[in-house]
């Protein structure tokens, strides 16, 4: 059960259509040379592959779009093709894939324009994001079929945070400005989910570099509110995230877990 306190201006939709756009695009500079990220291996099976399965394990998603590299198209759809997926088939989810763009915030754009009418949610949920539990993915959706417009998972941080003066030249210490209060600051996650027009209106509107799609609904100034995100949504971003991915698919393999 999710903790948010919402302030609602979408209205409950308890029996709203949910899509998931899954932006794939990326190249995984940070990862290291190879294949684009979303089509390396975890497990034996594309990363891609396991962030598709991840939404379609929740049985309010009905429909999965899946944002391809811009040359990848193909190849995406023949291992959508070639991976068992649950919930595909007669009357359950169906799937796409459409090519991505050059930054995360255009292959999500033009995910969201794939989109049928008939979806009134949408979720948006990074491939580099393999291993997020389904009861996370409920969460967020509970939240905005509850009336939430924007909602992102999120975790407290372990870290302290300090804000630096980027340095100017090479091997130059960074000063450090400030150190905000850490128990203000949270760490979030994919899937966010949101109110499919409220999503559409913010990639519409806001232009400049974002990082996530929350921040381009916070810009528009409506409320975003979090759940409870999961260690296990971690981002693979570098090679160590890797061996934590493989470590952790290789535990919910001993215990049986899907
Ligand atoms: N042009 C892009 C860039 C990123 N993404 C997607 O956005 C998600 C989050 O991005 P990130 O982890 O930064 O992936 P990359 O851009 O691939 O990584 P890097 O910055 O290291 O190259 C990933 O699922 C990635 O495939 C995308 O669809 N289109
Ligand atoms: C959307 C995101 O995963 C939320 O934490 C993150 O902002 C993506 O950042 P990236 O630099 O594109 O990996």
Partial sequence: MSDVSRPSTTGARPAARTAAVIPAAGRGVRLGPGAPKALRALGGVPMLIHAVRAMAASRAVSLVVVVAPPDGAAEVKSLLDAHALPGAGAGGTDFLVVPGGESRQESVR?????????????????????????????????????????????????????????????????????????????????????????????????????????????????????????????????????????????????????
């Fill in 110 to 258: 033009l995910g969201l324009e794939a989109l049928p009418p008939d979806h009134d949610i949408v979720l948006v949920h990074d491939a580099a994001r393999p291993l997020v539990p389904v009861d996370t993915v409920d969460a967020v959706i509970e939240a905005v079929r509850e009336g939430a417009p924007a909602v992102v998972p999120a975790l407290p941080l372990a870290d302290t945070v300090k804000e630096v003066e980027p340095a100017t030249a090479e091997g130059e210490p960074e000063r450090v400005l400030a150190t905000p209060d850490r128990a203000r600051l949270r760490a979030v996650q994919t899937p966010q989910g949101f109110d499919r027009a409220t999503l559409v209106r913010a990639h519409e509107t806001v232009t400049g570099n974002v990082t996530d799609d929350a921040s381009m609904v916070e810009q528009l100034g409506v409320p975003v509110v979090t759940v409870p995100g999961h260690p296990e949504a971690f981002k693979v971003t570098r090679p160590l995230d890797l061996v934590l991915a493989e470590a952790v698919l290789a535990r919910r393999r001993l215990n049986d877990v899907f």
